[in-house]
């Protein structure tokens, strides 16, 4: 038999080593059975998932770990679904008893921190002694959603990034232990791309430890119907991971399994399954019914005596213990059980903090507040820019041949920042290169971002003679800077970008990028934008400073690599279209900031972008950045920005106010435009082919969410005889029109109406058709610029 599929009965005899370790492992296994007990006894209607029917799962996990901490691993992150989780929160975590039974009060106030999440998806983060090898060990366990197994790619990034931060190269120090349903397992795609992340050099985390909890149905549905292969594990076989398939109801067979389990990870640094075959007692929930779709099974299963029941009868048989001792440990764990509920009932108020899966000590003040409320400016010394930006147009290393078309673009950059100009690529560049100045790491992940998709960045240079011979100019800028890392990933969107939020999750002081091929590529990680990022500060209290760069642009590409989608960020974003904001608050810009769920960019000009990358870190808390990123615009010759707009003292603008013939003379201005992103250079040049430059005005809106509503009262009364018009090349479906109109028309009181000038409705992003696509592009530019056309609609 292959080691890639193992049945325990093949292994050596799986005896605990004398009477000690017997009676310590029904000690283990009596605290999970009487956990489940107690709740079923005081909660009987709620929904709690128990793990009755696998209650070895808590010493399986115990034993993984202890075996983990003698080897020298110090840190143990872990992600599971919602089976058996407070129990694992409980005796395995040592989360205190009082907070999970608080969790069960009706009558429990909501804190104000968040809107929270049911008591079986939380996390937790512990630092405690381990009795058995009397070494610290810290463990986390991820909060996540009810989506199967969407944590497991988190829990690899945030693994990744504890074990960079502490210089764990090897994965000897920090460890990921993953649980898994056998449904799930066998299931979830994003299983098995997890498992292609987990020996790819800049994805490594040396090896994770999986627990499936193999009850043998999935919510109703039989193995026979749930996959086509014998087992649910053999998904791990395409990593060769080494696979022990071991009878739950054997608890000695099960920790010698776990035991050799945490020293294959241990020695060989790769992924190892243990499939702990088992059954479910209870439904799918406390309470479901399974009698009406398993009726045969759940007889058996009547008849089943609980694993620790059988396990004390043998030791009992055996002289290992008496059934006086037995019962003593039993009413043991009962009466904390007890202790710990009377203490529950003086709980008022579910603190959300206290169930914090990555604390960030140090960068909040020590009741979780900003240490302040601005943001410095995001300029810097025309030194430092030059300095950047003659690195980013060299070769930093000596007998290095880069190929011929390399050298004119980097020959271009260097004219350029002798002209004090960029362009995208190097508003980047500098914008990276002066965070890596301040210590600041930066990790760029995504599929082809060491060239770039559209061949703009080539932050890796490869040398043509020498196979494998590459060069990252950025790490070469400072000589105490921090490291730079740029890594082109898996064609994978769901795992990756679920691995960078993980990787995000560990430090505040770090700006962690994952940009997507073409923009409309992110919905095949949808799971992780709706159920963590979006979400994630309101549910668990988890601040995170996550950037998604989504290329964006209607530029006759067809409907597939056209739109990011902007439409469907800012339809989740937590303000309020119908509420004028106070606009005299002090820090107007900031507040909007921190209490907003994320924030939605269209920079249309490099500056821009290069000062909004700068105050992701800059600002005192961390908020999820979703950027909607150029195409054409990053060789636009329009498309540039001076290094006066970069100097110190300069800022991000949320809005950019018209600056030519229409701004001198704004009182006879007939139609004022709002616009965002590249559709502005459209208009600029439509407009001054019809010699308008003075009856239209164009404002650019680069901060979609927060609504700049301050800004945007001052540009419409600023022109008082305008008409105001939102245009976009987006279809009016889609784009940005539906979120705009109604926070435009908030700001004005509605006393104006708000038209639109854009592309009709459509299902599809975008057209196939070049001919078409410019059809309609010139059909919204006249729509724009015909000063009659809304003159039917008043």
Request: aromatic residues 10%.
């Amino acid at each position: 038999m292959s080691l890639t599929s193992t049945r325990s009965s093949t292994c050596p005899p799986p005896l605990l080593s004398g009477d000690r370790s017997q009676r310590f492992l029904c000690e283990r296994s009596s605290a999970g059975w009487r956990f489940e007990e107690f709740l079923q006894r005081k909660w009987s209607s709620e929904k709690r998932f128990g793990l009755e029917g696998c209650e070895v799962l808590i010493p399986a996990l115990k034993t993984i770990i202890d075996k983990s901490s003698e080897n020298g691993v110090d840190y143990v992150i872990m992600g599971m679904p919602h089976r058996g989780r407070l129990n694992v929160l409980a005796n395995v975590i040592r989360k205190e008893l009082e907070q999970i039974f608080c969790q069960f009060d009706s009558k429990l106030e909501a804190a104000d921190e968040g809107s929270g999440d049911v008591k079986y998806h939380l996390g937790m983060y512990h630092r405690r002694i381990n009795r058995v090898t009397d070494r610290n060990i810290t463990l986390s366990l991820v909060a996540n959603p009810s989506h199967l197994e969407a944590a497991d790619p988190v829990v690899m990034g945030k693994t990744k990034a504890e074990q960079f931060y502490c210089g764990d190269t090897e994965g000897k120090k920090v460890m990921s232990i993953l649980l898994h349903g056998d449904a799930a397992f066998a299931g979830q795609g994003i299983v098995y791309e997890t498992f292609h992340l987990s020996d790819l050099p800049s994805y490594t985390t040396h090896g994770t430890v999986h627990v499936v909890v193999n009850n043998q149905i999935g919510f109703t549905t039989d193995p026979r119907m749930a996959r086509s292969s014998p087992y649910p594990t053999d998904v791990a076989r395409v990593v060769n991971a080494p696979i022990f398939h071991v009878n739950s109801d054997d608890p000695e067979a099960v920790m010698y399994v776990c035991k050799v389990a945490a020293e294959w990870r241990s020695t060989f640094h790769k992924d190892v399954v243990v499939d702990l075959v088992c059954y479910r007692r209870n439904g799918h929930n406390e309470m479901d019914e399974p009698m009406f779709t398993q009726p045969l099974m759940y007889k058996q299963i009547r008849k089943q005596k609980p694993v620790l029941q059988k396990y004390a009868e043998l030791l009992v048989s055996q002289g290992v213990v008496n059934q006086p001792e037995y019962e003593e440990e039993i009413s043991k764990y009962d009466k904390i059980c007890e202790e710990a509920f009377a203490r529950s009932k003086d709980e008022k108020i579910l603190h959300i903090k206290h169930w914090l899966d990555s604390p960030w000590p140090g960068f909040f003040t020590l009741d979780g507040q900003p240490r302040s409320m601005s943001c410095p400016s995001t300029g810097l010394t025309e030194d430092i820019l030059t300095h950047i930006g003659n690195v980013a147009s060299s070769v930093p290393v000596e007998n290095f041949t880069i190929h011929g078309g390399l050298s004119r673009i980097l020959k271009t950059r260097g004219e350029m920042v002798k002209n004090r100009t960029v362009d995208w690529a190097l508003a980047e560049y500098m914008a990276f290169g002066s965070l890596l100045k301040e210590g600041i790491h930066i990790r760029l992940s995504g599929q082809d971002v060491e060239r770039g998709t559209f061949s703009h960045r080539h932050h890796v240079l490869h040398d043509q003679n020498v196979d494998k011979r590459t060069c990252i100019p950025m790490n070469h800028l400072w000589p105490n800077q921090a490291p730079y890392t740029v890594c082109n990933s898996s064609l994978s969107e769901y795992g990756v970008l679920g691995f960078e939020l993980g990787f995000a999750m560990a430090s505040p002081n770090a700006l962690v990028l994952w940009e997507a091929q073409f923009g409309d590529f992110h919905n095949t990680a949808q799971c992780i934008i709706d159920q963590f990022i979006c979400p994630g500060q309101a549910k668990w209290v988890r601040q995170n400073g996550i950037v998604l760069l989504l290329p964006h642009g209607m530029e006759g590409m067809g409907p597939e690599h056209s739109s990011a989608r902007p439409e469907r960020f800012l339809q989740m974003c937590n303000d309020d279209p119908d509420v004028l904001p106070d606009l005299t608050e002090a820090n107007f810009d900031i507040n909007q900031l921190y209490d907003c769920n994320w924030v939605v960019v269209n920079c249309s000009s490099p500056g821009n972008f290069f000062h909004v990358l700068r105050r992701q870190i800059l600002l005192p808390f961390r908020k999820p950045l979703i950027i909607f990123t150029p195409k054409s615009l990053l060789r636009h010759p329009e498309a540039r920005t001076s290094f006066d707009e970069m100097l110190p003292g300069t800022h991000f603008q949320r809005v950019i106010s018209e600056d030519g013939p229409a701004a001198q003379d704004p009182e006879n201005v007939k139609r004022l435009l709002f616009c965002t992103g590249k559709v502005y250079y459209d208009l600029t040049r439509e407009r001054k082919a019809r010699g308008m430059v003075e009856q239209v005005a164009i404002t650019r809106i680069e901060q979609l969410s927060p609504f700049p509503f301050d800004l945007l009262l001052r540009e419409v009364q600023k022109y008082p005889n305008a008409e105001l018009a939102w245009c976009q090349e987006e279809h009016k479906n889609q784009g940005y029109y539906d979120y705009v109109k109604p926070r435009l028309r908030t700001t004005i009181s509605r006393a104006k109406p708000v038209w639109y000038a854009g592309r009709d409705p459509a299902a599809a992003p975008a057209t196939g058709n070049k001919k078409t696509h410019l059809t309609e592009l010139q059909r919204l530019l006249d729509t724009a610029f015909d000063l009659d056309a809304f003159k039917n609609f008043s």
